[in-house]
């Protein structure tokens, strides 16, 4: 009898909080939402740096926290992804995925890399919301693609039909092309190149034969396009299935090009950059190349990359924000694999987490899954995501308005990034621009180019006592210091000390065989 009445006792006791543990399970629900993630190109497995391993690491984050809590319920995310088919391209695959996922009970969708793909996935989801009332539309975050008019034509023409679909990730095409401005317009070329070649720039241009990419060549190849130090000279596109780059890169080189700038959403650059490497070809490489941004090229080029630049969302392990850091760190933990490269996040991935730290914010301030609550949260709200302060445009679009070598204001951009060799001798994607932030560091000019860039401060031909003045000046400075000049850090460890001098003492007196440079 007592051991009944004891067992009894117990069983009350643990009554309260099992009941409590019972009703929070009841409470907690599922929040399906639904990815699209461009399989086969440029991230090639989506483990591997693109919006699969983001949107994952953000539901892994989100649920073992707290999830979303949505009017006082928890729920749990629940991934439903698929392919937006963009290698080989397959419109009418996109458009049924698409559809596949609304009918899985996704009411917010995250993706959209390819501006053909993209475009036939949003079409589907406007005409599966025609027939839906507002509060009951599916939401669309574009990931990926730039084009401006997937919102301009969109949301810009008939918000009333369009209101639901945002661009999460990246900063539209027009950004991206003033940021690759007012980077070579703003530093690089009156900077470092014009000088070495007597105050004028020879450049080609060189981009791979999509849709996206003919505003950006058009412009690029007319008359004054990059200022007055600068002057086309040579220009083409490559069909995508290229791998011998070297018949363009001969013809640019012989154009006199000193500068090629490319812009390339495929992994085919791998072969582009290591044939320029080998080739030592006479001229920098800078643009958009987004295989570039991943662990992955080192391999595919046997580290035959230093020196290119490209725009990216990051450098590695770059503390854009302490999340950024955290981000690149978990990125790296959960999805690298023995044996290979590290698994570095491309800008797919950076997206798909920051898309879902949005979604989170927003649902909880809409505090039900009601769709014209959440569209209002949204256009609404701003927040802090891996790279800087998040808000949209009126018309749905990134808001981002630096694209300038300084970045005061910390909303969303695109930096330059050059792969550079570390104190260890490994290869580092290194921020060059913006260039007023702590992690960035000088642009490197190739030995074969110019061996003596790199300790040539007044960029005159000659390492002599006006270098050394240069040098002076800036001792003892870092980043954020008054007399800081990211020139005088030779060494590129963040400070100018008696390691810069000594490297700068041991090329004195020595000049170029011809200056300027031809």
């Known amino acids: ?53 983001g949107a994952w690491l953000a539901t892994w984050d989100i649920n073992n926290a707290t999830g979303i809590n949505i009017g006082g319920t928890r729920y749990k995310i629940e991934l439903v992804i698929m392919d937006e088919c963009a290698y080989p391209l397959n419109e009418e695959q996109a458009r049924a995925n698409t559809l596949a996922l609304i009918q899985a009970g996704c009411k917010i969708i995250v993706g959209g890399f390819r501006t053909e793909s993209t475009n036939a996935s949003i079409r589907a989801v406007y005409e599966w919301n025609q027939d839906r009332p507002d509060d009951e539309k599916v939401i669309y975050l574009i990931n990926g693609a ?195 490269p590290p698994a570095w996040p491309v800008y797919t991935a950076w997206g798909a987490y920051n898309a879902f730290l949005t979604i989170k914010a927003a649902l909880e301030t809409a505090g039900e899954l009601n769709s014209t609550k959440i569209i209002q949260a949204l256009e609404s709200q701003e927040i802090w995501v891996l790279n800087g302060k998040a808000r949209f445009t009126p018309i749905h679009d990134v808001y981002s308005i630096s694209y300038g070598v300084l970045w005061p204001d910390k909303y969303t951009r695109a930096v330059f990034i050059q792969w550079q060799k570390g104190a260890d001798g490994n290869l580092y994607k290194v921020v060059v621009c913006p260039i007023d932030q702590p992690y960035s560091r000088k642009t490197m000019i190739p030995p074969w180019i110019y061996p003596l860039a790199d300790v ?24 954020g210091h008054p007399n800081w000049n990211m020139e005088a850090d030779i060494n590129r460890d963040g400070i100018v000390d008696i390691f810069d001098a000594v490297l700068l003492a041991g090329k004195a007196g020595q000049q170029a065989p011809q200056w300027p440079l031809p």
């Open 1 to 53: 009898m007592e051991k009944k009445i004891a067992l009894l006792v117990a069983i009350l006791l643990v009554m309260p909080p099992l009941l409590a543990w019972i009703q929070s399970a009841e409470a907690q629900q599922t929040l399906k939402i639904g990815v699209l993630v461009p399989y086969n190109l440029v991230q090639g497995e989506a483990w591997r740096g693109g919006a699969e391993g």
């Open 456 to 479: 040539d401060l007044k960029i005159d031909g000659i390492i002599d006592v006006f270098d050394a003045v240069i040098l002076a000046a800036a001792a003892g400075s870092y980043p």
């Open 146 to 340: 730039s084009t401006d008019e997937l919102i301009t034509n969109t949301v810009g023409k008939d918000y009333e039909g369009w209101k639901w679909l945002f661009r999460i990730n990246p900063i539209n095409s027009t950004m991206l092309f003033k940021n690759t401005l007012g980077w070579l317009i703003g530093y690089l070329i009156p900077k470092k190149l014009a000088p070495m070649y007597g105050g004028l720039v020879k450049y080609g241009v060189l981009v791979e034969d999509y849709e996206w990419t003919k505003k950006i060549q058009g412009y690029l190849s007319q008359p004054g396009a990059l200022g007055p130090n600068a002057t086309c000279v040579y220009s083409a596109r490559t069909p995508p299935e290229t791998v011998n780059f070297d018949p363009y890169l001969r013809e640019a080189a012989n154009s006199g090009s000193r500068l090629l700038l490319i812009f390339y959403t495929l992994p085919t650059t791998a072969y582009l950059i290591s044939q320029w490497y080998q080739g030592q070809y006479p001229f920098l490489i800078c643009g958009i190349d987004v295989y570039a941004q991943s662990s992955e090229f080192l391999k595919k080029t046997g580290g035959l990359c230093e020196y290119e630049m490209t725009e990216d969302f990051a450098g590695t392990r770059t503390p854009i924000t302490p999340l950024a850091v955290r981000f690149w760190d978990n990125f790296v933990g959960n999805f690298s694999k023995p044996g290979e």
